[in-house]
């Protein structure tokens, strides 16, 4: 499904278009992509979130070669990164965001050291 639904924009109020879109991603769900720009102020907006609630589930993946570091990891709002041989646990949970914060670099590289 994609809808273009007009609407102001919550930093000038210039009438903007907002763009409802959904994906399916396996393993995941459907999900719904929220999006707008607004051309007259710079004003971006960009959210995603998962249409329908699931049990919990654990995948790991063990890492044997340096290549194994180049991964993707998708997580859904709530969810822990935990590499052991590190020292390292990161559990997040919703915070508006769906995010962790301060406990990775631009380039989604773990800051060792930081708080939580």
Known sequence: MRKVVPGPCPS???EIEYLYQTENIPYF???LI???ACAACGYRYVDTQLLKDADP???EMPV???SDLDVR????MSGA???PELGVRRVCYKRGRGACPDRADRKGNIV???RG
């Open 29 to 31: 769900s459907d999900i």
């Open 34 to 36: 929220i999006s707008a």
């Open 73 to 76: 990891v998708v997580r859904s």
């Open 12 to 14: 000038c109020n210039t």
């Open 57 to 59: 589930v654990r995948y």
């Open 81 to 83: 990164i935990e590499i």
């Open 64 to 66: 044997t070669t340096i």
């Open 112 to 114: 060792l050291g930081g």
